[in-house]
């Protein structure tokens, strides 16, 4: 047992982060955390400390941290406005099920709830956002109140939040534990996740799949880790394989057995082998969109996941399996029959297709560059073992289509939230984690924007991440939403320009700009081989390029003829793109057709 007598409560908590194995812990100092970062500055050789510069990318940072290592994420703020900016970064973490633990200050015991300065009621402030939320209000709880944090947010999968006053940061402890304490159990190491449910209810599951003669696996960020099992089951059952945005990793993309992403930024080949199924397997995933699944009542359901309250959650299913993702379908393989493959071969004919669809839109030499070559250039630069960190917006389209992920890459985005300016935080937070592997944040110039200085903290600390900037000024998928999703004309979505080349090279990193079509593929390599400074690629596209579903639907070219009729400033710009990309599919289908003659 640890001996904590005459420790501050700083300290305590300080040496309980790291019995809970947190290595490194974002944040940005203040007086009301103050005694917290000087027990982190004694131990600076046993957890690091990382300096941002803006709250929010330090949750942001604790959410992709754990997301990429599978290890707690931890993050710090001072009283009041720190505490306050911290929140969208964990409800981030919220939204994707992701364990992290944030450790705020608050003002003065003795002077709480009286208006002074910095006095926020974090407590109420953190409720909805937390699975364990508590205050440290003297030495004796410390211990107690950490173990619980950690533990909780690690079993949960959620944020715990811990906030300490100014004052009680600074008191000793008189003895060794509280007396009301139990020793030694505090420290305790759930593996929650290596759970799995009784024989008798996966044999259940394994019939229902076998009767299915159209099964679909769809995956997501609970199916990461488990990718050989989802393989070897998808071969019994001749299942297709869909893949959630969060699971995009799960299996390569160039896999015989995927057809691909889903939604709106999915592609054909998946939402047609939602359409015809009559078995949809569910696994690790809380997918929201329930437009894009087989219709209620058309398909039989089975869903594994780690959580009890998300069976059910999208769609009807008849059996839940409640426990781990690896291990559940390692079970459950042997039981399956070999399946008639004629269900998923139309389906790999299908990808094929649009495998080819997706090689032409990415090789044009328009110009303006069309965006889907430059996430192509992009993917063509990884290494084998990158990790890609992806913000949300347009550029979420264009790499969720044309980034291929490869077998031993890491891919990650704000999922469920899908909050903008995610994903400078999060390449940073995963060259910290992997400081070997390259990492590559795909952005759109309004995301960058808001979290803009934490480039500075890349160079700060040397980290040579490579942040590829789709620049249109402009708010491009906000501009979409509302002529194609309400039938109204843009408003409010364009921005005056920032050169990032000079704010590279201002905030002491390097700075690239393609602006022709024939300078995308040398610009691309030489600034992907910079190992040594963090990087900005600013890409110069095509603003008016739209991120089409799969699938066009009536209502989508109605809402857009509306727009129209109402004003839209661009109506011209855009119905030259959309007639000149019409025009450029009608060719590149008349060739396919004629080679597969």
Same mark, same amino acid.
């Given at each position: 047992m640890r001996e904590y007598e005459n420790m501050r409560t700083a300290d305590i908590v300080a040496e309980e982060l790291l019995d809970w194995k947190v290595d490194t812990i974002f944040g940005l100092p203040g007086d009301g955390i103050n005694g917290f970062i000087e027990a982190l500055r004694r131990r600076q050789d046993k957890i690091k400390f990382i300096l941002v510069r803006h709250e929010e990318s330090a949750a942001f940072m604790a959410c992709?941290?754990? *997301?990429?290592?599978? *290890?707690?994420?931890?993050?710090? +703020?001072t009283s009041g406005p720190g505490a306050i900016h911290l929140l969208n970064g964990l409800y981030d973490a919220k939204a994707d099920n992701t364990p992290v633990i944030a450790i705020t200050g608050s003002t003065y015991s003795d002077l709480m709830n009286s208006s002074y300065q910095q006095d926020v009621n974090l407590l109420q402030l953190y %409720?909805?956002? /937390?699975?364990? $939320? %508590?205050?440290?209000?003297? #030495?004796?709880?410390?211990?107690?109140?950490?173990?619980?944090?950690?533990?909780?947010?690690?079993?949960?999968?959620g944020v715990s939040h811990l906030t300490i006053p100014i004052d009680v940061q600074e008191k000793k402890l008189s003895g060794n534990y509280s007396r009301h304490n139990v020793p030694y159990h505090h420290t @305790?190491? +759930?593996?929650? %996740?290596?759970?799995? #449910?009784?024989? @008798?209810?996966?044999e259940d599951a394994a019939k229902i799949l076998d009767a299915g003669n159209r099964v679909v696996i769809l995956v997501g960020q609970g199916a990461l880790g488990a990718g050989e099992e989802v393989l070897a089951v998808a071969e019994k059952l001749g299942a297709p394989v869909v893949k959630a945005l969060l699971g995009k990793a799960v299996i390569p993309d160039d896999n015989q057995f995927t057809t691909g992403g889903i939604g709106l930024l999915g592609t054909t080949p998946s939402s047609d082998a939602m359409d015809e199924a009559d078995t949809l397997l569910m696994v690790g995933t809380s997918f929201p969109y329930i437009d894009y699944l087989p219709k209620l009542g058309k398909a039989r359901g089975i869903q594994i996941d780690i959580k009890p309250e998300k069976i059910g959650l999208r769609y009807p299913v008849e059996i839940g399996l409640v426990g781990d993702s690896k291990l559940i379908l390692t079970e459950l393989l042997p039981l399956l029959h070999q399946h008639d493959l004629g269900f998923l071969k139309s389906m790999q004919d299908s990808m094929k297709k649009w495998n080819r669809l997706m090689l032409e839109q990415s090789t044009r030499t328009d110009k303006p560059i069309k965006p889907q070559v430059i996430a192509k250039a992009v993917s063509d630069e990884l290494d084998d073992d990158a990790i890609i960190s992806v913000d949300c917006?347009? $550029?979420? @389209?264009? +790499?969720?289509?044309?980034?291929d992920i490869r077998k031993g890459m890491k891919f990650s985005v704000s999922g469920t939230l899908s909050s903008m300016a995610n994903a400078l935080p999060y390449a940073i937070a995963a060259q910290i984690a992997f400081p070997e592997r390259?990492?590559?944040?795909?952005?759109?110039?309004?995301?960058? /924007?808001?979290?803009?200085?934490?480039? +500075?903290?890349?160079?700060q600390y040397n980290l040579p991440i490579k942040v590829i900037v789709i620049k249109n000024n402009t708010l491009g998928m906000i501009r979409w939403e509302q002529m194609a999703f309400l039938g109204n004309p843009e408003f409010g979505v364009e921005f005056s320009p920032i050169d990032w080349v000079k704010f590279a090279e201002a905030c002491g990193g390097r700075g690239y700009a393609i602006k022709e079509p024939n300078e995308v593929k040398s610009i691309m390599n030489q600034a992907m081989k910079e190992r040594k400074? #963090?990087? =900005? =690629?600013?890409a110069y596209v095509d603003p008016f390029e739209p991120p089409m579903p799969p699938k066009v639907e009536m209502d989508f070219v109605k809402e857009l003829a509306k727009s129209f009729a109402k004003g839209q400033p661009y109506a011209k710009r855009i119905?030259? /793109?959309?007639?000149?990309?019409?025009?450029? $599919? =009608?060719? *590149? $289908?008349?060739?396919?057709?004629?080679?597969? @003659?």
């Amino acid at each position: 047992m640890r001996e904590y007598e005459n420790m501050r409560t700083a300290d305590i908590v300080a040496e309980e982060l790291l019995d809970w194995k947190v290595d490194t812990i974002f944040g940005l100092p203040g007086d009301g955390i103050n005694g917290f970062i000087e027990a982190l500055r004694r131990r600076q050789d046993k957890i690091k400390f990382i300096l941002v510069r803006h709250e929010e990318s330090a949750a942001f940072m604790a959410c992709a941290y754990a *997301k990429y290592t599978g *290890k707690l994420g931890a993050c710090v +703020a001072t009283s009041g406005p720190g505490a306050i900016h911290l929140l969208n970064g964990l409800y981030d973490a919220k939204a994707d099920n992701t364990p992290v633990i944030a450790i705020t200050g608050s003002t003065y015991s003795d002077l709480m709830n009286s208006s002074y300065q910095q006095d926020v009621n974090l407590l109420q402030l953190y %409720s909805d956002v /937390t699975v364990y $939320n %508590s205050m440290i209000e003297v #030495p004796e709880q410390a211990e107690m109140a950490v173990d619980i944090a950690c533990r909780t947010a690690l079993a949960q999968r959620g944020v715990s939040h811990l906030t300490i006053p100014i004052d009680v940061q600074e008191k000793k402890l008189s003895g060794n534990y509280s007396r009301h304490n139990v020793p030694y159990h505090h420290t @305790s190491h +759930a593996y929650v %996740s290596e759970t799995i #449910p009784r024989r @008798s209810v996966i044999e259940d599951a394994a019939k229902i799949l076998d009767a299915g003669n159209r099964v679909v696996i769809l995956v997501g960020q609970g199916a990461l880790g488990a990718g050989e099992e989802v393989l070897a089951v998808a071969e019994k059952l001749g299942a297709p394989v869909v893949k959630a945005l969060l699971g995009k990793a799960v299996i390569p993309d160039d896999n015989q057995f995927t057809t691909g992403g889903i939604g709106l930024l999915g592609t054909t080949p998946s939402s047609d082998a939602m359409d015809e199924a009559d078995t949809l397997l569910m696994v690790g995933t809380s997918f929201p969109y329930i437009d894009y699944l087989p219709k209620l009542g058309k398909a039989r359901g089975i869903q594994i996941d780690i959580k009890p309250e998300k069976i059910g959650l999208r769609y009807p299913v008849e059996i839940g399996l409640v426990g781990d993702s690896k291990l559940i379908l390692t079970e459950l393989l042997p039981l399956l029959h070999q399946h008639d493959l004629g269900f998923l071969k139309s389906m790999q004919d299908s990808m094929k297709k649009w495998n080819r669809l997706m090689l032409e839109q990415s090789t044009r030499t328009d110009k303006p560059i069309k965006p889907q070559v430059i996430a192509k250039a992009v993917s063509d630069e990884l290494d084998d073992d990158a990790i890609i960190s992806v913000d949300c917006g347009t $550029n979420t @389209s264009w +790499a969720a289509r044309h980034i291929d992920i490869r077998k031993g890459m890491k891919f990650s985005v704000s999922g469920t939230l899908s909050s903008m300016a995610n994903a400078l935080p999060y390449a940073i937070a995963a060259q910290i984690a992997f400081p070997e592997r390259q990492s590559v944040a795909f952005v759109g110039d309004a995301g960058l /924007t808001m979290l803009m200085g934490e480039f +500075a903290t890349a160079v700060q600390y040397n980290l040579p991440i490579k942040v590829i900037v789709i620049k249109n000024n402009t708010l491009g998928m906000i501009r979409w939403e509302q002529m194609a999703f309400l039938g109204n004309p843009e408003f409010g979505v364009e921005f005056s320009p920032i050169d990032w080349v000079k704010f590279a090279e201002a905030c002491g990193g390097r700075g690239y700009a393609i602006k022709e079509p024939n300078e995308v593929k040398s610009i691309m390599n030489q600034a992907m081989k910079e190992r040594k400074q #963090p990087t =900005i =690629i600013e890409a110069y596209v095509d603003p008016f390029e739209p991120p089409m579903p799969p699938k066009v639907e009536m209502d989508f070219v109605k809402e857009l003829a509306k727009s129209f009729a109402k004003g839209q400033p661009y109506a011209k710009r855009i119905g030259l /793109t959309l007639y000149r990309d019409q025009v450029h $599919n =009608i060719l *590149k $289908n008349i060739h396919t057709h004629n080679i597969d @003659s």
